[in-house]
């Protein structure tokens, strides 16, 4: 019982204090022999603590794991943003939460951004993300930034996290809020062809200032859902939470044809609710039909007033919204698919904006008290139902699932999921390797770390080229 008793006491947030290179790793079990490439990990890694910080607007930390003929090697490098550096060279915090300075930082201080959510390749770039800055730049091998990379001057701003890439034209399809400056209720929307050219950047107004994590992209359109986590600049000024729960604003979200104007934004409307993460989405015939992890209240940010939200309604469940697009009604449906709590959500990437056959997502374990931790993944088919359901041991969790198929030509689906897993009693990780549709036989390989990744956002897999 006392193990049990140190597993739920513990967490995985604290950061590491060091940069590491694992040239030969214990692998247990058979890693595939035709798994040759880099699973590239994000997340919030502080490299000095701040006061009142919370921990996801820490120092981005890169983690890759780097499997070739059934060996597995690791490296971690933080992120040097113009912070990262300039607090380095001073041995101390200069900015606390949200790019807010503190009192004692050097006045042409005003860069605070920490490239800490997610890590993307596109048009032979690897590009590190976090939503209120430009992509920054990242050698591949040696993790070694660049910099950031504003596409010739084409980009300006914000840019999400969570840009989404056509499997079909190679296009990739981004937003921004925040476009006018912090706090501000302008959204911004672009596109850069496959050969990483930007095509496309504007800016236009949402319905009011939200924080706006993540959008839903389909072949023909794109979604921009306006919920109410909301921005206030005399919140901020005055004290008080910058970011805050405001369910009265209602929800929104704007439809808008991706040959489409901005000015041709259609919103539909429907109660109060929050989605950090959207699984996918697709047409069918005359709607639109878009799965996310939907929370009834949001969980992280408080109403305005300071007061929490309910513990019992800030968690995650697998919903879909429909969208009647032939003018009938401008509200759209919202139906949960389970009542399991879940993140994270994941698919065969070569269905991104088509309809899917196969999700994935990481999942709580509703008999453990420990309350929000992912200790699971469920592997779902098109309409939610459960296909495949695993639980680590107790007090174990976690990250993202992410999926990389067999082959190029292999169906949607056959190939692995890759996640990495905290084991609390050891403290240290381990990279699992699951059969991607018999996630339920639990991992075909895990690749042991003798430190622990610290809990994170966002990864992808990057081929062997």
Same mark, same amino acid.
């Given at each position: 019982?006392?193990?049990?008793?140190?597993?739920?006491?513990? @967490? @995985?947030?604290?950061?590491?204090?060091?940069?590491?290179?694992?040239?030969?790793?214990?692998?247990?079990?058979?890693?595939?022999?035709?798994?040759?490439?880099?699973?590239?990990?994000?997340?919030?890694n502080?490299?000095?603590?701040?006061?009142?910080?919370?921990?996801?607007?820490?120092?981005?930390?890169?983690?890759?794991?780097?499997?070739?003929?059934?060996?597995?090697?690791?490296?971690?490098?933080?992120?040097?943003?113009? !912070?990262?550096?300039?607090?380095?060279?001073?041995?101390?915090?200069?900015?606390g939460?949200?790019?807010?300075?503190?009192?004692?930082? &050097?006045?042409?201080?005003?860069?605070?951004?920490?490239? @800490?959510?997610?890590?993307?390749?596109?048009?032979? !770039?690897?590009?590190?993300l976090?939503?209120?800055?430009l992509?920054?730049?990242? +050698?591949?091998?040696? #993790?070694?930034?660049?910099?950031?990379?504003?596409?010739?001057?084409?980009?300006?701003?914000?840019?999400?996290?969570h840009?989404?890439?056509?499997?079909?034209?190679?296009?990739?399809?981004?937003?921004?809020?925040?476009?006018?400056? $912090?706090?501000?209720?302008?959204?911004?929307?672009?596109?850069?062809?496959?050969?990483?050219?930007?095509?496309?950047?504007?800016?236009?107004?949402?319905?009011?200032?939200?924080?706006?994590?993540?959008?839903?992209?389909?072949? @023909?359109?794109?979604?921009?859902?306006?919920?109410?986590?909301?921005?206030?600049?005399?919140?901020?000024?005055?004290?008080?939470?910058?970011?805050?729960?405001?369910?009265?604003?209602?929800?929104?979200?704007?439809?808008?044809?991706?040959?489409?104007?901005t000015?041709?934004?259609?919103?539909?409307?429907?109660?109060?609710c929050?989605?950090?993460?959207?699984?996918?989405?697709?047409?069918?015939?005359?709607?639109?039909?878009?799965?996310?992890?939907?929370?009834?209240?949001?969980?992280?940010?408080?109403?305005?007033?300071?007061? &929490?939200?309910?513990?019992?309604?800030?968690?995650?469940?697998?919903?879909?919204?429909?969208?009647?697009?032939?003018?009938?009604?401008?509200?759209?449906?919202?139906?949960?698919?389970?009542?399991?709590?879940?993140?994270?959500?994941?698919?065969?990437?070569?269905?991104?904006?088509?309809?899917?056959?196969?999700?994935?997502?990481?999942?709580?374990?509703?008999?453990?008290?420990?309350f929000?931790?992912?200790?699971?993944?469920?592997?779902?088919?098109?309409?939610?139902?459960?296909?495949g359901?695993? #639980?680590?041991?107790?007090?174990?969790?976690?990250? +993202?699932?992410?999926?990389?198929?067999?082959?190029?030509?292999?169906?949607?689906?056959?190939?692995? #999921?890759?996640?990495?897993?905290?084991?609390?009693?050891?403290?240290?990780?381990?990279?699992?390797?699951?059969?991607?549709?018999?996630?339920?036989?639990?991992?075909?390989?895990?690749?042991?770390?003798?430190?622990?990744? $610290?809990?994170?956002?966002?990864?992808?897999?990057?081929?062997?080229?």
């Open positions: 019982m006392q193990h049990d008793a140190i597993a739920e006491r513990r @967490n @995985n947030i604290a950061p590491i204090p060091f940069e590491a290179d694992a040239p030969f790793l214990t692998i247990i079990g058979e890693l595939p022999r035709d798994l040759n490439g880099t699973l590239y990990r994000n997340g919030p502080p490299q000095y603590s701040s006061p009142g910080a919370h921990w996801f607007v820490g120092d981005g930390m890169l983690h890759a794991f780097h499997l070739e003929n059934g060996r597995a090697s690791y490296r971690n490098r933080w992120v040097r943003t113009p !912070k990262w550096l300039a607090e380095h060279d001073a041995g101390r915090a200069l900015f939460g949200f790019g807010r300075k503190l009192p004692d930082a &050097p006045a042409d201080l005003t860069d605070g951004g920490v490239a @800490n959510t997610n890590i993307i390749f596109h048009a032979g !770039k690897l590009l590190a976090e939503e209120a800055h992509p920054t730049e990242i +050698e591949p091998g040696t #993790l070694a930034t660049r910099g950031y990379h504003n596409y010739q001057g084409r980009l300006a701003g914000s840019f999400t996290a840009p989404k890439i056509d499997p079909i034209t190679g296009e990739l399809v981004f937003f921004g809020y925040n476009a006018a400056g $912090p706090l501000t209720s302008a959204l911004s929307y672009g596109s850069i062809d496959a050969s990483g050219k930007a095509t496309r950047f504007e800016r236009f107004e949402a319905p009011y200032a939200s924080m706006v994590h993540d959008f839903i992209v389909t072949a @023909n359109h794109v979604l921009f859902p306006i919920l109410p986590i909301t921005g206030s600049m005399e919140r901020a000024m005055s004290g008080r939470p910058p970011y805050a729960w405001e369910p009265d604003k209602g929800a929104y979200v704007g439809v808008m044809k991706r040959s489409g104007a000015k041709d934004i259609v919103w539909f409307r429907t109660e109060a929050y989605v950090f993460h959207v699984m996918n989405a697709w047409e069918d015939d005359n709607r639109i039909v878009a799965d996310v992890m939907q929370f009834e209240e949001a969980p992280l940010f408080p109403h305005p007033d300071g007061r &929490p939200t309910d513990p019992e309604k800030s968690r995650a469940r697998h919903c879909r919204w429909t969208f009647d697009l032939s003018g009938n009604t401008d509200r759209f449906q919202q139906t949960y698919l389970d009542d399991l709590t879940g993140e994270f959500p994941r698919i065969d990437d070569r269905r991104a904006g088509l309809k899917n056959r196969h999700g994935w997502y990481a999942c709580a374990n509703p008999k453990l008290p420990m929000g931790a992912l200790s699971g993944v469920v592997h779902v088919d098109c309409n939610g139902r459960r296909l359901h695993y #639980l680590l041991p107790a007090g174990d969790t976690i990250s +993202e699932p992410v999926f990389v198929e067999r082959s190029k030509d292999a169906t949607e689906g056959d190939g692995w #999921l890759l996640a990495v897993i905290w084991r609390a009693r050891e403290n240290r990780s381990d990279l699992a390797v699951f059969n991607a549709t018999d996630v339920e036989a639990g991992p075909v390989a895990l690749v042991q770390l003798g430190h622990r990744v $610290p809990d994170g956002f966002h990864g992808n897999w990057v081929g062997a080229q």
